[in-house]
């Protein structure tokens, strides 16, 4: 048994026990499957020395399994009635666990009591896209996320350059780390069950080299307009056209493709491009 909370008896005890409920509004479902803890515990494959970023630790399902194995989990929980409940479930390792009671998208990274290595969670489905991206843009310490996220969600982080779900998100995100593992978890695994399927996803950072600060803002504008070229499309968002086409042909893009047929790496090709043309107006006009 990795956590003696997953499963439907011990949670409902406990939920029971503090005369609480699920708070839809806050996407809680509790995980009741400890063979999903296992699989996320082997592709985080934790050790003593490391520190694990949590974010929404819930009643402690998935906590009071990493505790023992971790140097410590820094859990960052918006619902302030499940604090009473995290100081009990987890007692037993009660000097590993760092409580940071608030919103996830405002206390990382300032709000953190430690420098988490890892980023272990089963996510609230509403800002689990956002809160993936943020940490890898905003917490470089980690080195590592396993987390559990819509499938829709996993479909875009995991999506290759000319599929349907391949995105901005998806660029961006590759721009600073790769997928390294994925699997599939039910409705049945959750309590109550949600009505959509989930899956877990590894992401290990692996940073592509020489990436310009522009190229999140290139990726935007490329896709902005998804239906357009990628030259209507970025120039409807303020880029000259005459500096993208000698951007596009230094690149060697077709100024007709769509964005979604570019790879990360060709993006940061033309976010370099772009902003040496730039480079070299200001200096002509100096």
């Known amino acids: 048994m990795h956590s003696w909370l997953a499963n439907q008896s011990a949670t409902r005890d406990v939920l029971d026990e503090f005369g609480l409920s699920t708070k839809h509004r806050l996407g809680q479902n509790f995980l009741v499957d400890d063979t999903v803890i296992g699989k996320i515990l082997e592709l985080a494959e934790l050790d003593p020395t490391d520190v694990v970023l949590e974010v929404g630790p819930g009643i402690g ?3 009071v399994a990493m505790l023992p194995r971790a140097g410590a989990v820094c859990a960052v929980e918006a619902d302030r009635q499940l604090e009473s409940v995290l100081a009990e479930t987890c007692a037993q390792d009660s000097e590993r666990l760092h409580l940071v009671m608030g919103d996830a998208l405002r206390v990382i990274p ?3 009591s430690l420098e988490p290595g890892k980023f272990v969670s089963n996510l609230p489905y509403q800002v689990a896209a956002t809160l993936i991206l943020k940490v890898f843009c905003e917490v470089p ?5 396993v987390v559990m996220v819509q499938a829709e969600v996993a479909d875009r982080i995991c999506a290759a350059p000319g599929s349907k ?5 998806t660029a961006k995100l590759a721009l600073l780390g790769r997928v390294t593992g994925r699997f599939e978890v039910g409705p049945g695994s959750f309590n109550p069950p949600p009505h ?3 899956a877990v996803v590894r992401i290990d950072r692996a940073p592509l080299a020489g990436v310009p600060s522009s190229a999140p803002a290139v990726i935007d504008a490329a896709f902005a307009q998804r239906r357009k070229t990628i030259r209507n499309s970025m120039a409807s968002s303020g880029y ?7 951007a596009f042909a230094a690149c060697g893009i077709a100024p007709g493709v769509r964005a979604e047929t570019l790879s990360p790496e060709d993006f940061v090709r033309l976010a370099a491009a772009l ?11 100096a």
């Open 141 to 145: 310490s980690v080195q590592r996320a």
């Open 110 to 112: 300032d709000g953190l």
């Open 240 to 246: 000259e056209k005459a500096a993208l086409d000698a």
């Open 196 to 198: 959509v399927n989930s």
């Open 275 to 285: 902003e040496g043309a730039a480079a070299g107006e200001s200096g002509a006009n």
């Open 61 to 63: 399902t998935l906590t």
């Open 165 to 169: 779900t391949y995105g901005a998100y």
